[in-house]
């Protein structure tokens, strides 16, 4: 038995059988989209992170340059995804729920897609796991799934806990979405590779790929590979197809039985988690020496005439992407970044790919008729919500707190815990839109917390130019007083010489 | 009666070594009214701070609707934490705006350190006719540079909607 790892399966508490909607995009290859006109790129990463432009307007940027980064120790670069001239910076509409204009840097690509020169990559076996860190960073990855965090940020864990399991995330449990399913149909090679680059960088020889047990070609494609390597230390593992398995925690849960504290994160428990996506640009990255700036996304929705997978140069603005697709087909009822549980609506489709988007999704009045239109009644307290939540949270209680605005009160039932995945708002009789109150009860607290930061700055600054200002009259007066006891004491002096002085003149 | 002097004294020794041991220097009130002003430092109340508006209240030479940058939300907290009546924002002392940061038009500033020596909380960078600037993340908001400002280069800029600020919106149907 010995190097053989036994992963015990884990079932969630909680949790929600949904319809797929996957063999829209599922089946086809993917393919690479066109360069478009123009590349958009907000520069504001993340939530609020302020990005600097490392380029001016008029400039020629290449291909793979870096034209932005943020700073900080979570800070990332962006790099330009094809050859072209810097525009103005202008204000458009970014890939963001509030659906407000932020001002983003702007390439008019020339179509000539011209690529910075790259160094002939070392292969990752006589690389430090510091060289790959620095690597990573330096290739501008983040989290491909959803949440954006920088990846040599993640591979660096600050826990007291030591890591042992790489848990590779490949359960894309929501509906709609198959990029990561196609990544693993196509790329088998490539993504394992990936993965030993990782395991390499955390210095640990475990690892798991989680995938949902209705990719079936997905699972046997990643097994067919391991096995043809004969590599023992990364094993598949299928997890039930169940609405969030996918989930970082969720997942992590499911492999391990490791349960990631509430206020804690996953190294907390001895595991790092990452995207199918992300080991993908991994790959690309150390042994293509190619940063991120193309990444597979899943355009769907019976909105389109042909759902499929691209691979898609980030920056590049939705329409040009629809319109790939054999454009629009009959009526449009949403726009959704994302998947269709977790996403959120876009106001229109000039906004741009970013690093973090895995999915568009056209949706018919058809596909979104569960959310629409439905009357709200009152929490009659069935519980179902309790039923299904996958963090086991009490969201009629939750929303109970948050609509009455006690919103400490709810942080105290574990709103900070709740993932928004929705399960409550689907199955709630009275569709009660709880995760919308939830989002709202978190930003207000998030919003009163960063308030009462800068009040305490404010006050810490009053208080010290108050001791300055105290400190600084006490010298002066005593300045003034030493002056004058030598004013005095030269008196005296010439006093007793003046007879003298007298003298002389 | 003895025994019941020496327990009277015993406790006596404790209690007025407690006393010096666990002595609270200053009110507690005053900090805890203070925590819930919004520390903007900007003098409306007529008080020069809040520690000392937040003094002035807790002794009762001022009331609990001094504060414009607190707003009404200001007032209720304030009402909530002394037990007293919410009543509207004393219109004397100004009325609640929008939050906004001073910004200097550097092109007209002449570098006279006027606005340094006003700023309550020291968010103002800058050195004798040198160009000065405004740290924007520390700025408060309160106009004390605006006035003696002598070539009336600080415009007080709303901060206005960006991603950094937005809120997630309630529910719009809410029936209950």
Known sequence: MDGVMVFKRWTLDGGLDLDGHKDLSRQRSIISATIPDELVYPLVFRSGEVARALVKTGDRVLKGQVIAESQGAQGTLLHAASSGYIQENELRTIAHPSG?????????????????????????SQLLPVEIRAKIHQSGIVGLGGAGFPTAVKLKPESSCEVDTLVINGAECEPYITCDDRLMQQYPEQILLGIQVLLRALTIKKCVIGIEEDMPEAIDSMQKEIDRQGIDYIQVNVVPALYPAGGERQLIFLLTGRETPSNGFPVDVGVICQ??????????????????????VTLTGLGLKTPQNMWVRIGTPIKDLVRQCGGYNGSIERLIMGGLMMGFVLPDDSVG?????????????????????????????????????PVNLLPQQLYWYSQGGDHDKSQSFGLFDCIECGCCDVVCPSHIPLVQYFRASKSKAVLKRRDDETAGLAKQRFENQQLRKAQEKMEREQRIRLKKLALVKLKKESAGSAPNAADKS | MFWVCLVFAFFGVILGYA?????????????????????????????????????????????????????EAGVKALADLLGLEVKPLDENFGVATEQKVAVIVETDCIGCTMCIQACPVDAILGAAKYMHTVIAFECTGCDLCVDPCPVDCIVMTPIGLSVSNWQWPEPVNNRH
């Open chain 1, 275 to 296: 995207n199918i996506g992300t080991v993908m640009a991994v790959y690309q990255s150390i042994f293509q020496g190619q940063a991120l700036t193309e990444r597979v």
């Open chain 1, 100 to 124: 407000l204009k932020s001002l983003c840097l702007i390439i008019a690509t020339d179509g000539l897609d011209e690529a910075c020169s790259v160094a002939e990559p070392v292969h990752y």
């Open chain 1, 353 to 389: 790919i970013t690093k973090a988007t895995n999915c568009i999704l056209v949706a018919t009045p058809r596909e979104v008729a569960k959310t629409r239109d439905m009357e709200v009644l009152p929490c009659i307290r069935c519980g179902e919500c309790a039923t299904v939540c």
């Open chain 2, 19 to 71: 006393a010096i041991r666990f002595k609270i220097e200053g009110d507690p009130l005053v900090a805890e009214i203070e925590a819930v002003l919004p520390q903007t430092q900007c003098g409306q109340c007529s008080f020069p701070g809040c520690k000392p508006y937040a003094e002035a209240i807790a002794t009762g030479k001022a009331d609990i609707n001094q504060c414009p940058p607190g707003g």
